[in-house]
């Protein structure tokens, strides 16, 4: 018969990448973070909009014209 063993601390599958909140080692159940804590600090970034992906948008201004609609176009209800 096989035995398992409750482990617990988690194992540390990549001992050279720390988290990217705290700098500790990351583990496998919440990498790349050490804990459930600093991944919620992660999101709680992101969703405040601390962290910004670079995009090569064009403002308003320097879009291209866009033709007027047709006469017999109806507006949808």
């Given at each position: 018969?096989?035995e398992?063993?409750a ?40 969703l ?30």
């Amino acid at each position: 018969m096989t035995e398992f063993i409750a482990m617990t601390e988690p194992i540390d599958t990549q001992p050279g990448k720390p988290c990217p909140i705290c700098a500790r080692p990351s583990t496998q159940a919440m990498r790349p973070f050490c804990s459930k804590r600093c991944a919620d600090i992660d999101l709680n970034r992101w969703l405040k909009g601390i962290y910004v992906l670079p995009s090569e948008e064009t403002p308003e201004d320097e879009m291209p014209d866009m033709p007027p609609p047709s006469r017999n176009e109806t507006p949808e209800d």
